[in-house]
C-alpha cells in the first residue's frame, strides 16, 4: 500500500529490443551469427525432411528377419552413405539432414507410419496454421507411395494400439475400431506412441575423449571376448551393430570432410576457403578420434547429437548434457595456449544453437501435436551444479555460455541451470540477469531436490551429483538409466468430470470411461465425494500403467538404438539395448513416469469448492451446482461466482493446499504399492507441456468457476489468477501440497510469471536471486520465469509481424509466440502475474 | 465482524490487510501488516480505506452482478435496509446500491455477496493470527534480511497491540519495521519502539503551517517525537521519506530542511523520497466518499533526480542509479 516506485512500465530487454526494432537483445553478435539467424527466420514454417525415413526403409527391406538392433545399425550405415549433405554459407559447425537453411521436422515411419498419410493429410490441410508444418505435394508422394505401404501394419503405433486390453483402448482412443492412433480422447493421454523414448541426455564427454575410435575397439574387444554361446547369440548381434553404429558416424563426417574440401577448392572468396579447409580438417578429424579443440569438441559434440536424431525420435529430444563440464578441458587448454578468446568460443556456441534451432520435434498425429505447441524442444544443455566431488562446478565457461545465448531473439538453446546450496552468488546474479531479459530463459532446477531423489532410487552420492537436465524439467544420469517408453498423462480435469458425472464423460456423447462411483447427489459427506474422486483417479493410474506395460513389453520389438546404447556404460557393459528396459539391465535406473498432464489445481480448487459451497456452509445443493456445470454456467452466474470465489489453492490457506497435498500422497501411494516387477517404481509428477490445453477441451464445467473447454490449471502452479498474495505464498502452498514422502514423486513443473517492473534494477536482480535462494531451500524441484508485460502479449496478439520474434516460456521449454494457437496463447495471458509491494 | 475465535485475553488490533512479497518497506524481502486508523488527514491520501479506527465496508460495483443474477444481499440481510437496486430484471443496470446514510458497517451482507463486491475493510486479529500469516514468508526473510514491516494508517494508534505484536516477532527472530507519521502521544512510541529494528517515520512537509494546511493537523508534536525517538533508542535506525507531491514539498527547501533536521542524527540512516502516484480514486468510491482533491500530479524524473542528488550528496555517498 505504499506509494509504487517510479518504475510501473518498464520493460524487458526482449520487448525493448522489439520496440526498438534492434536484432540484438543483449551484449553482441558477430554479422555472421546474424546473417544465419535471418536466413532460418525467413525461410518461414519448418518442413519435412525425409531422406532418413526413405534411406531407413530401404535399409529395412533387405534386413527382414535378423536381429532388430542389427537391423538399426545397417540402416544407419545406408542412411550414413545416402542422405545428402549440405554446407551452407557462414556456417562453420557443419551437419544437417536436410538440404535447406531453415527449420525441418525428421519423420520416423516404424513409429506411425500407418497413420503417415492421415497425418500429412493433415498438415497440408492446416497449411496457414501457426503450428502447422509444410508438406510438399513431392513429400506427399513418398509418404503415399514409399513410406506408407511398407510400414503400414509394420510400425509401432497401431500395433500398440491394438495390443492394449480392450478397457485401456477404449478409455484413450475411443469406440472407434478404426481409430489406430491417430485420435485421442484426452481423457488419459497416451504419449508412448510418439516417440521411440522418453527424452535422453547421451554421455558426449564419452565421445569426445575416445572418439568412435576408442568406442569401436570397445565394441571389438567385447565381441570377441564373447563365449558363452548364449552371449554369442545375444550379446553378439549388439557389440555388431554398436561397431557399425560407429563407423556410420564417422563416415557421415567424413563426407562432410570431403564436401568442405570439394568446395574450397572451387570458392573464389579467399577468407571463406581458410573456413572451408578448416572444416574439411575437422570433419576427417572427429568424431572418430578424441577432440583436441574446443572447436573439435564442439563439432564431434554436433555430429553424435545430429546423428542420434536420426537413429531416434527421443521425446524431448537427445539432450545436450553438462556442456559447462564436458567442453571445459578443451576450452580450458585452448585459453591458456592462445587458441581461443571467450569471444569466439561464444560465436562458436551460437553456431551449435543456430543448428539446435533448425531441428523440429512434430507429431504426425494432430492430436499429439496439440500437446507440444510452438515446435517444442527440450534439448535442455545444462550448466553449474556440483562436481561429482560436492563442490560447485561452475568455471569461465559457463558464463561464457550462459551469455552466448543471450543475443538472439530465439529460445535455443533450451537453458538450464543446475541450483544448489552454494551455488556463488555471482553465477546466481548472472543468471537472474539472463532470466530479466524476458525470454523464459534459463529455467533452474534445484539440487536440493534432484540428488536426495536419485539416492533414494539407489544411486551413489558422487553419481547422482553428475546428473543433467533432460527434457521439460526431468534429469538423467547418462550411464546409469535406462530407455524408458513415453509417458502415460493423467487429465486430472476429466477426473473430476468422472467423478461429478458417475464415470460419464459429456463431450463424449456421455460415454462411460471411468467407474461407477454414483450420483453426488447422494453423497452424504465430503468424504464420500472425495472417496469417489480418489476411485475414479485410480482408475486413471491403472490405466496409465497398463499403457506402460503394453508399450514396454512391445518397443523392443519394434524399436533399438544402437548409438544411444554404445555410449552408455550399462548397456555396453551387457550387450544390452537401451530399449530392453522391460528386462532390467543390471545397475540400470528404469524411471519412467506418469504425467498429470494439467489440471491438478483445477482439482484441488474444484473439490475445495465442493467441501466449502456444499458441506460446510451449505451455501449450494448438489442439485444447484450440477445443475450449473451441465448448463456451462448459462444464466447461472451468481453460483458461478460463488464457485470462483470460494477458497483458492495457492494462498497459503492449509486446508485448501491439504488436498493438493493428499491427491499427490495419493497417486504415489498406488505406485509405491504397485511397483514392476524387478523392484524399480513408476513415477509420478505434474508436468504439463501444453497438454493442459487440450485436456481442457474435452472437459466440461468444473466447480472451480472454470467454463467447459477452457485450459486447464498448468504444472503444479495455483489455477490461472487465483494465487493473490504474491509469490512467496505461492511458493509455500506449493511447497505444502508437494509429498516428498514416497521415492516415486518426481520432479513437478513451475511456472511464475512476473511485469519486468518488479524485478527492475540491480535490486530487482538481488530481489530475484533471494526468491531462487529461498525456492531452492524449500525443495521445489524446478521453476521458470516469464518476466514480460501483459502489454506486450496482446500486442502481439493484434500485430503478429512486429512481434515475431518475441520468445515466451510455454513449458519445459520457450517458443515463439506467434507460432501458439490462439487457445495457447490465451493461456499463457491468463497465468497469474505474481505481485510484488 | 466477529470476533468469536478470538480469546478474550489475548491483544487483538484491526487489521486492513497483509501483503506478502513487499520490497519497499525496509530491507529484504518484507511482509507488511497494515493496520486501521490515522491521526492526519493527508489531501492525497491513496488508502482512504485506511483512515477510520473501525471496520468499514466497501462496495466495489464493478464486482456486482446485479438483482436478477444475484441479489442475494437485497433479501433481507441489512438490518438498516441500506441496500437497494434501482433497475429491475430487465433493466441493464439492476446493480445493486448503498445508501451509505444508512449503513452502520455492520458487515451482515458480506458473507452472502457471491462476488465479493461487498466486503469488510478492517478485521479484528490476535497477535498469532497476524503471525501465522507473517510466517509463511519465514523462509524468504532468511535468505534476503528481510522480515515484518507493520504500516498504516497509523500503526502507533494500536500502540498495545503493535508493542505485543512486535515484541512477539522478536521472540521468533522476525526482523521487525514499522512506518509511522508519529502523530501520536510520546508514550505510544515508547510503548513500542523498543521492539523495532527499522523506523521508517515520514517527514511530509517541514512548516508547521502547511503541515497542518496539507495533513490536517500541524507537525509540532511529530518533530518533538521524533528527536526524542532518535536520542532515547541511539541502536534503532531510523529512515526518514519524503511522500514528494508536486506543489507541495517537491522543492529543494524541504529536502534540505529534513536534511538539516535529520542530519545531526547518527541513526537516521537514510532519507528516501518515494514518488507520488494516484492510486486510490477508485477506492474512495467504494467507500461513498468524494475524492477531494483529484489533481495532484506524479513528480517528473528530473525532479526526483535532482532531489535525490542534494541527499546524496549530503549522505556523501555517489548519486544512486534508480
Given at each position: 500500500m505504499n506509494m509504487a516506485t517510479e518504475t510501473a512500465q518498464l520493460l524487458s530487454a526482449q520487448e525493448q529490443a522489439i520496440v526498438d526494432g534492434k536484432k540484438v537483445l543483449h551484449g553482441t553478435a558477430t554479422d555472421r551469427v546474424l546473417r544465419m539467424f535471418d536466413a532460418i527466420r525467413s525461410y518461414g514454417p519448418p518442413r519435412v525432411a525425409l531422406e532418413r525415413a526413405v534411406y531407413f526403409t530401404e535399409s529395412f527391406k533387405t534386413s527382414e528377419g535378423q536381429p532388430l538392433v542389427l537391423r538399426w545399425a545397417k540402416a544407419l550405415k545406408h542412411i550414413a552413405e545416402n542422405i545428402s549433405v549440405a554446407i551452407f554459407d557462414d556456417e562453420l559447425i557443419v551437419g544437417r539432414p536436410n538440404t535447406w537453411f531453415g527449420r525441418y521436422t525428421l519423420v520416423f515411419p516404424e513409429l506411425d507410419g500407418s497413420i503417415m498419410k492421415a497425418g500429412a493429410e493433415a498438415f497440408i490441410a492446416a497449411k496457414g496454421a501457426p503450428d502447422a508444418v509444410t508438406v510438399t505435394e513431392e513429400d506427399k508422394k513418398i509418404i503415399d507411395e514409399v513410406l506408407f505401404p511398407y510400414w503400414n501394419g509394420k510400425d509401432f503405433t497401431p500395433n500398440f494400439v491394438k495390443a492394449l486390453p480392450p478397457e485401456s483402448r477404449h478409455m484413450n482412443?475411443?469406440?472407434?475400431?478404426?481409430?489406430?492412433?491417430?485420435?485421442?480422447?484426452?481423457?488419459i493421454v497416451n504419449t508412448?506412441?510418439?516417440?521411440?523414448?522418453?527424452n535422453w541426455v547421451i554421455d558426449f564427454g564419452k565421445m569426445l575423449t575416445r572418439g568412435c575410435k576408442g568406442m569401436r575397439e570397445e565394441a571389438q574387444a567385447r565381441l570377441a571376448a564373447l563365449e558363452h554361446p548364449r552371449d554369442l547369440a545375444f550379446k553378439g548381434p549388439f557389440y555388431e551393430a554398436a561397431i557399425i553404429a560407429c563407423d556410420a558416424l564417422s563416415l557421415f563426417a567424413k563426407r562432410y570432410s570431403e564436401l568442405a574440401g570439394q568446395m574450397a577448392a572451387r570458392t573464389k572468396d579467399a577468407r571463406r576457403k581458410m573456413e572451408l579447409e578448416e572444416i574439411a580438417a575437422i570433419c576427417a578429424w572427429v568424431p572418430e578420434n578424441p577432440a583436441r579443440t574446443f572447436r573439435e569438441a564442439i563439432q564431434s559434440q554436433w555430429f553424435t547429437q545430429l546423428f542420434s536424431r536420426l537413429e531416434e525420435m527421443v521425446g524431448g529430444d537427445i539432450n545436450s548434457g553438462r556442456m559447462d563440464q564436458y567442453f571445459y578441458p578443451t576450452y580450458k587448454r585452448d585459453l591458456e595456449e592462445g587458441r581461443i578468446t571467450p569471444e569466439e568460443a561464444q560465436e562458436l556456441f551460437q553456431c551449435l544453437w543456430l543448428n539446435v534451432m533448425q531441428c523440429i520435434q512434430s507429431q504426425m498425429s494432430p492430436a499429439l501435436a496439440k500437446g507440444r505447441e510452438?515446435?517444442?524442444?527440450?534439448e535442455t544443455v545444462t550448466i553449474g551444479g556440483q562436481t561429482p566431488e560436492g563442490l560447485d562446478a561452475t568455471n569461465e565457461l559457463s558464463y561464457v555460455l550462459l551469455e552466448s545465448t543471450r543475443p538472439l531473439p530465439c529460445s535455443y538453446p533450451e537453458l538450464g541451470v543446475r541450483i544448489h546450496a552454494n551455488t556463488p552468488d555471482k553465477f546466481l546474479h548472472a543468471v537472474a540477469e539472463v532470466i530479466k531479459d524476458?525470454?523464459?530463459?534459463p529455467k533452474l532446477l534445484n539440487d536440493e531436490f534432484m540428488v536426495p531423489w536419485f539416492m533414494s532410487n539407489g544411486i551413489v552420492m558422487k553419481e547422482a551429483l553428475d546428473y543433467a537436465i533432460s527434457g521439460c524439467s526431468e534429469s538423467r544420469l547418462p550411464n546409469r538409466e535406462t530407455h524408458k517408453t513415453g509417458n502415460s498423462g493423467i487429465n486430472y480435469g476429466a477426473v473430476m468430470e468422472m467423478t461429478l458425472r458417475d464415470g460419464r464423460m459429456k463431450i463424449h456423447n456421455d460415454e462411460l470411461f471411468g467407474l461407477k462411483t454414483g450420483d453426488p447427489r447422494t453423497f452424504k459427506t465430503y468424504d464420500d465425494f472425495w472417496n469417489a474422486f480418489k476411485m475414479q483417479l485410480e482408475n486413471v493410474i491403472r490405466h496409465c500403467m497398463i499403457q506402460v506395460y503394453t508399450a514396454v513389453a512391445l518397443k523392443p520389438r519394434y524399436i533399438a538404438a544402437p548409438l544411444a546404447s554404445l555410449l552408455h556404460d550399462l548397456a555396453m557393459e551387457h550387450g544390452r539395448?537401451?530399449?530392453?528396459?522391460g528386462d532390467y539391465i543390471p545397475g540400470g535406473l528404469d524411471a519412467a513416469c506418469i504425467d498429470g498432464l494439467g489440471g491438478f489445481a483445477t482439482c484441488i480448487d474444484s473439490l475445495a469448492a465442493v467441501k466449502h459451497l456444499i458441506y460446510d456452509t451449505k451455501k449450494l445443493t448438489w442439485d444447484q451446482l450440477l445443475d450449473a456445470l451441465e448448463k456451462n454456467w448459462e444464466g447461472k452466474e451468481a453460483i458461478r461466482q460463488m464457485c470462483l470465489n470460494a477458497p483458492k489453492y495457492g494462498n497459503g490457506i492449509e486446508w485448501v493446499d491439504a488436498i493438493g497435498y493428499e491427491i499427490q500422497r495419493f497417486v504415489m501411494e498406488y505406485a509405491h504399492n504397485h511397483p514392476k516387477p524387478h523392484g524399480q517404481s513408476f513415477n509420478m509428477r505434474i508436468i504439463p507441456i501444453t497438454f493442459h490445453n487440450p485436456c481442457g477441451k474435452v472437459t466440461m464445467a468444473t466447480p472451480n468457476g472454470r467454463p467447459a473447454g477452457e485450459f486447464l490449471s498448468d504444472g503444479i502452479v495455483p489455477s490461472h489468477g487465483c494465487d493473490t498474495k504474491g509469490p512467496t505464498v505461492t511458493l509455500q502452498s506449493i511447497a505444502r501440497a508437494t509429498c516428498h514422502i514416497y521415492k516415486e514423486h518426481r520432479e513437478d513443473l513451475l511456472n511464475m510469471k512476473m511485469a519486468p517492473a518488479n524485478v527492475a534494477g540491480e535490486e530487482g536482480t538481488r530481489r530475484l536471486m533471494q526468491l531462487i535462494r529461498a525456492w531452492s531451500s524449500q525443495k521445489h524441484a524446478h521453476i521458470q520465469f516469464n518476466i514480460l508485460n501483459k502489454q506486450s502479449l496482446l500486442d502481439a496478439q493484434k500485430n503478429p509481424e512486429k512481434y515475431r520474434d518475441l520468445v515466451v516460456r510455454v513449458a519445459g521449454y520457450c517458443a515463439y509466440f506467434v507460432d501458439l494457437s490462439p487457445s495457447q496463447q490465451a493461456e499463457i495471458i491468463a497465468r497469474t502475474e505474481e505481485q510484488m509491494g | 465482524m466477529s470476533n468469536q475465535h478470538v480469546s478474550t485475553r489475548a491483544p487483538t488490533g484491526l487489521v486492513l490487510n497483509i501483503q506478502h512479497f513487499c520490497t519497499h518497506d525496509g530491507p529484504g524481502i518484507r511482509t507488511t501488516v497494515f493496520l486501521k486508523g490515522c491521526s492526519l488527514r493527508c489531501k492525497w491520501c491513496s488508502n482512504p480505506e485506511s483512515i477510520h479506527l473501525k471496520p468499514e465496508l466497501a462496495y466495489n460495483p464493478r464486482k456486482c452482478i446485479g438483482e436478477k443474477e444475484?441479489?442475494?444481499?437485497?433479501?433481507?440481510?441489512c438490518p438498516e435496509s441500506a441496500l437497494y437496486a434501482v433497475g429491475s430484471g430487465d433493466r441493464p443496470d439492476d446493480k445493486v446500491r448503498v445508501n451509505w446514510d444508512l449503513c452502520t458497517n455492520c458487515g451482515r451482507c458480506v458473507p452472502v455477496c457471491p462476488t465479493h463486491a461487498l466486503t469488510l475493510f478492517g478485521q479484528e486479529m490476535t497477535v498469532d493470527q497476524v503471525l501465522e500469516e507473517v510466517e509463511q514468508d519465514g523462509s524468504f526473510y532468511r535468505e534476503s534480511g528481510g522480515g515484518m514491516t507493520v504500516s498504516g494508517g497509523e500503526c502507533l494508534l494500536q500502540a498495545d497491540f503493535l508493542a505485543a505484536l512486535l515484541a512477539e516477532a522478536h521472540r521468533r527472530g522476525i526482523n521487525t519495521a514499522i512506518e509511522t507519521a508519529s502523530n501520536v502521544p510520546w508514550d505510544f512510541m515508547a510503548k513500542v519502539l523498543p521492539h523495532v529494528d527499522t523506523v521508517l517515520h515520514d517527514i511530509k512537509l517541514t512548516d508547521p503551517e502547511r503541515h497542518k494546511r496539507w495533513c490536517g493537523a500541524d507537525n509540532t508534536r511529530i518533530r518533538a517525537n521524533l528527536k526524542r525517538a532518535y536520542e532515547t533508542f541511539p541502536d534503532t535506525k531510523f529512515i526518514a521519506r519524503t511522500p514528494v507531491i508536486p506543489g507541495v514539498n517537491d522543492d529543494e527547501e524541504h529536502i534540505r530542511a529534513t536534511l538539516a533536521f535529520i542530519k545531526p542524527y547518527k541513526n537516521v540512516i537514510d532519507y528516501e523520497l518515494l514518488p507520488y502516484h494516484r492510486f486510490g480514486e477508485g477506492k474512495y468510491e467504494f467507500l461513498g466518499a468524494v475524492y477531494e482533491m483529484q489533481d495532484f500530479t506524479s513528480p517528473s524524473p528530473e525532479t526526483l533526480k535532482r532531489l535525490r542528488e542534494i541527499i546524496d550528496e549530503a549522505f556523501g555517498r555517489p548519486t544512486q542509479a534508480r
Open positions: 482412443f475411443g469406440s472407434d475400431p478404426e481409430n489406430i492412433g491417430i485420435k485421442q480422447t484426452f481423457v508412448s506412441t510418439m516417440r521411440h523414448s522418453q510452438g515446435f517444442s524442444h527440450h524476458g525470454k523464459g530463459s539395448d537401451l530399449h530392453t528396459h | 444475484c441479489g442475494f444481499c437485497l433479501k433481507d440481510v
